[in-house]
T-cell receptor, first 112, second 112 residues
Framework: QKEVEQNSGPLSVPEGAIASLNCTYS??????FFWYRQYSGKSPELIMS????GDKEDGRFTAQLNKASQYVSLLIRDSQPSDSATYLC????????????FGKGTRLHILP | ETGVTQSPTHLIKTRGQQVTLRCSSQ?????VSWYQQALGQGPQFIFQ???????GRGNFPPRFSGLQFPNYSSELNVNALELDDSALYLC???????????FGEGSRLTVL
């Protein structure tokens, strides 16, 4: 089982609709969870972090975490063409070694 | 505030050679991590340095090594280059050991 799994997409969403991106992780000891956005040819940029179960909202973005189900999601409301990018889920685990594991990313395409 | 800078931006090497990539962390950040990103994949964690000590490592062979200097800048060294080492190498800095990372623009390595 891969440590962090995401559907690679592409996920196509009409402009103005809600885009829903999902991520599962395998290590129950993982402590913190992150969503990064990566435009083509650019480096990843942090857009959301979440540390406890529930929802966290920031503008048009909502991150959701369910540790019992080992599931993280990102909702993008009122999707804009500028949201078209690859979204990377990242999981931070602090054991004897600290490690940050990224999923492969989901390509999101907002249809004008 | 100066962001994360990496050099060189592009380089071409032949199989068996050695390469050194450099990274200057964002002002005030004391932790640097390195990632390898192949085309269409998520970033793969190589290792992390906190206050000049390696404190986390991914599944990369020993020919991938690194350093962090007193000013928190860092180097990634790869010996005995293989064709599969061709990738974008990303450096990220953070304040402490956390998944809230700030990435540089990357060094694109091509191994022929």
């Amino acid at each position: 089982q891969k440590e962090v799994e995401q559907n690679s997409g592409p996920l196509s969403v009409p402009e103005g609709a809600i885009a829903s991106l999902n991520c599962t992780y395998s290590d129950r000891g993982s402590q913190s969870f992150f969503w990064y956005r990566q435009y083509s040819g650019k480096s990843p940029e942090l857009i959301m972090s979440i540390y406890s179960n529930g929802d966290k909202e920031d503008g048009r973005f909502t991150a959701q975490l369910n540790k019992a189900s080992q599931y993280v999601s990102l909702l993008i409301r009122d999707s804009q063409p500028s949201d078209s990018a690859t979204y990377l889920c990242a999981v931070f685990t602090r054991n004897r070694d600290d490690k940050i594991i990224f999923g492969k990313g989901t390509r999101l395409h907002i249809l004008p | 505030e100066t962001g994360v800078t990496q050099s060189p931006t592009h380089l071409i090497k032949t199989r068996g050679q050695q390469v050194t990539l450099r990274c200057s962390s964002q002002s005030g950040h004391n932790t640097v991590s390195w990632y390898q990103q192949a085309l269409g994949q998520g970033p793969q964690f190589i290792f992390q340095y906190y206050r000049e000590e390696e404190n986390g490592r991914g599944n990369f062979p020993p020919r991938f090594s690194g350093l962090q200097f007193p000013n928190y800048s860092s180097e990634l060294n790869v010996n005995a280059l293989e064709l599969d080492d061709s990738a974008l190498y990303l450096c990220a800095s953070s304040l402490g050991v956390t998944g809230e990372l700030f990435f540089g623009e990357g060094s694109r390595l091509t191994v022929l």
